[in-house]
């Protein structure tokens, strides 16, 4: 009994983790931002992991990991649909990495399963076709246990796929079209430093310091026009209630896997690790030299696990007056529905003791040597996540995009939920049914929480297309 006592005061005092406040002591937003560069349908493209100096602050640099020079933001990649994508990509890292496509839909030994990794000085070549639909995608080290901490030091990087559908809307784009990276990073002295405690270990490590495509308090000029935002949660645990200062609104014209049906007028939206999301916003109403920001409002009532603050961390300043009238199409695309399947399977999402704390989902923490799930090709299923926790969890499943078919709380199925997605949020104690196609890869795939420092602690199982 004294055992159990001890133990529920150790999950207490694991759940009372307040998030790291974000810091708006330099709140001047003088950075400009930095625009990832652009690579075009990469073929045989040279790309490196490795240790390097950067500015992320104006007050000097630091060391982080890279795939590009001096940036903690890799290239982006743009795909043309039915392009095939290929690099050979080398591991200057003095520790194993590899890379995860997130949200692409290619060959199990392309995915960056945790199993296939790339030692110190060895090279892989990461080569697929790319045959989804347009959407905003993204790439991340995957060596299990170290995911977390190569991601944090700046390794991830953002792939868009455009396709003829959506080329017949005419998006904004060019200066029009940014790409967003969001980051938060904690900065002791100017350094980045992952060093997470043992609460934070279970909370998800934060950073006080919320960086946009690597740089900390960033501004950009605009013109009085719409513009598209593509955003992406690319965090290892934070999660934004992204909105505009003055609630101005915006329109949502996508989520991970590309268009929604229909665009959705919002103006705010959580947005958790992984997720992205594909916006308009109109910058019409602003006068010259006039700015907004972008920011995470406090969050909607119920939910206790974070974001009880309100921060500004990107601004938008109007310099030039045009006074086109852009006009957002009124249908984006056709989503075929899939309807919820009677093949189900359930994921518990639990905060388990054993020799220490840990997450795991039915009772299992992640092994490489253990299928947890078999799955046909072509087969239709419903998956059930169920959030027991105290704490949201952001699912992820490989390989795949599947539709949110329901969620237990009065949020429901959200706007920006009525697409393709890869990651879903669940909020403490909601329940989701997702319900997706396996699609002809065979091979093994993962699915966890995208959390990471709850996946790198084992909240992650491994599925099978046979
Ligand atoms: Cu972006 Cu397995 O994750
Ligand atoms: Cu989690």
Same mark, same amino acid.
């Given at each position: 009994?004294?055992?159990?006592?001890a133990?529920?005061?150790?999950?207490?005092?694991?759940?009372?983790?307040?998030?790291v406040?974000?810091? @708006?002591?330099?709140?001047?937003?003088?950075? +400009?931002?930095n625009?990832?560069?652009?690579?075009?349908n990469?073929?045989?493209?040279?790309?490196?992991?490795?240790?390097?100096?950067?500015?992320?602050?104006?007050?000097?640099?630091?060391?982080?990991?890279?795939? !590009?020079?001096?940036?903690?933001?890799?290239?982006?990649?743009?795909?043309?649909?039915?392009?095939?994508?290929?690099?050979?990509?080398?591991?200057?890292?003095?520790?194993?990495?590899?890379?995860?496509?997130?949200?692409?839909?290619?060959? $199990?030994? %392309?995915?960056?399963?945790?199993?296939?990794?790339?030692?110190?000085?060895?090279?892989?070549?990461?080569?697929?076709?790319? /045959?989804?639909?347009?959407?905003?995608?993204?790439?991340h080290?995957?060596?299990?246990?170290a995911?977390?901490?190569?991601?944090?030091?700046?390794l991830?990087?953002?792939?868009?796929?455009?396709?003829?559908?959506?080329?017949?809307?005419?998006?904004?784009?060019?200066?029009?079209e940014? +790409?967003?990276?969001?980051?938060?990073?904690?900065?002791?002295?100017?350094?980045?430093?992952?060093? +997470?405690? %043992?609460?934070?270990?279970?909370?998800?490590? @934060?950073?006080?310091?919320i960086?946009? /495509?690597?740089?900390?308090?960033?501004?950009t000029?605009?013109?009085?026009?719409?513009?598209?935002?593509r955003?992406?949660?690319?965090?290892?645990?934070?999660?934004?209630?992204?909105?505009?200062?003055? /609630?101005?609104? #915006?329109?949502?014209?996508?989520? *991970?896997?590309?268009?929604?049906?229909?665009?959705?007028?919002?103006?705010?939206?959580?947005?958790?690790?992984?997720?992205?999301?594909?916006?308009l916003?109109?910058?019409?109403?602003?006068?010259?030299?006039?700015?907004?920001?972008?920011?995470?409002?406090?969050?909607?009532?119920?939910?206790? $696990?974070?974001?009880?603050?309100?921060?500004?961390?990107?601004k938008?300043?109007?310099?030039?007056?045009?006074?086109?009238n852009?006009?957002?199409?009124?249908?984006?695309s056709?989503?075929?529905?899939?309807?919820?399947?009677?093949?189900?399977?359930?994921?518990?999402?639990?905060?388990?003791?054993? !020799?220490? %704390?840990?997450h795991?989902? /039915?009772?299992?923490?992640?092994?490489?040597?253990r299928?947890?799930?078999?799955?046909?090709?072509g087969?239709?299923?419903?998956?059930?996540?169920?959030?027991?926790?105290?704490?949201?969890?952001?699912?992820?499943?490989?390989?795949?995009?599947?539709?949110?078919?329901e969620?237990s709380?009065?949020?429901?199925?959200?706007?920006?939920?009525?697409g393709?997605? *890869?990651v879903?949020?669940?909020?403490?104690?909601?329940?989701?049914?997702?319900?997706?196609?396996?699609?002809?890869n065979?091979?093994?795939?993962?699915?966890h929480?995208?959390?990471?420092?709850?996946e790198?602690?084992g909240m992650?199982?491994? #599925?099978e297309?046979?």
């Amino acid at each position: 009994a004294i055992g159990i006592v001890a133990g529920s005061a150790l999950l207490e005092s694991c759940m009372k983790v307040e998030p790291v406040p974000v810091s @708006m002591a330099e709140d001047n937003f003088s950075n +400009p931002l930095n625009i990832p560069k652009i690579i075009q349908n990469p073929k045989n493209y040279v790309m490196n992991a490795k240790t390097t100096q950067a500015k992320i602050t104006n007050k000097g640099t630091t060391e982080i990991m890279s795939y !590009l020079e001096n940036i903690p933001t890799g290239p982006l990649f743009r795909m043309q649909k039915g392009h095939e994508f290929s690099t050979s990509f080398k591991n200057n890292l003095d520790e194993h990495t590899n890379i995860h496509w997130h949200g692409l839909v290619i060959p $199990a030994n %392309m995915d960056g399963h945790p199993e296939n990794i790339i030692h110190p000085n060895e090279s892989f070549e990461y080569r697929f076709n790319v /045959n989804q639909r347009a959407g905003t995608y993204w790439y991340h080290p995957h060596p299990h246990e170290a995911t977390a901490r190569q991601t944090y030091m700046g390794l991830a990087g953002m792939l868009i796929v455009n396709d003829t559908e959506e080329a017949t809307l005419n998006l904004p784009s060019g200066a029009l079209e940014i +790409p967003l990276i969001i980051s938060d990073k904690r900065l002791s002295n100017n350094n980045l430093r992952y060093n +997470p405690t %043992m609460n934070e270990v279970m909370s998800g490590y @934060m950073g006080e310091t919320i960086t946009v /495509n690597g740089t900390a308090f960033p501004y950009t000029e605009v013109s009085s026009t719409t513009y598209r935002l593509r955003i992406l949660n690319a965090s290892n645990a934070r999660i934004y209630n992204l909105a505009f200062t003055n /609630n101005l609104p #915006f329109t949502v014209i996508g989520s *991970d896997g590309g268009l929604l049906e229909n665009p959705a007028k919002m103006t705010s939206l959580l947005l958790g690790p992984a997720e992205r999301v594909d916006i308009l916003v109109d910058f019409s109403s602003l006068k010259i030299n006039e700015s907004v920001f972008l920011k995470s409002n406090t969050f909607p009532d119920g939910s206790k $696990a974070q974001g009880k603050e309100e921060f500004n961390f990107m601004k938008f300043t109007v310099k030039t007056i045009v006074t086109e009238n852009y006009q957002t199409p009124a249908r984006l695309s056709t989503i075929e529905k899939l309807s919820m399947s009677s093949k189900t399977r359930t994921f518990k999402l639990q905060m388990k003791m054993g !020799l220490k %704390m840990s997450h795991q989902i /039915n009772n299992k923490l992640y092994s490489s040597t253990r299928i947890d799930e078999t799955v046909k090709v072509g087969d239709i299923e419903t998956w059930i996540f169920e959030n027991k926790s105290d704490e949201p969890h952001p699912m992820h499943i490989h390989g795949l995009q599947f539709q949110v078919s329901e969620r237990s709380s009065k949020r429901g199925i959200l706007p920006h939920e009525k697409g393709w997605k *890869d990651v879903v949020l669940l909020m403490p104690n909601e329940t989701v049914k997702v319900t997706m196609k396996f699609p002809d890869n065979k091979g093994k795939y993962m699915v966890h929480c995208h959390n990471l420092e709850h996946e790198d602690d084992g909240m992650m199982l491994q #599925f099978e297309i046979v």
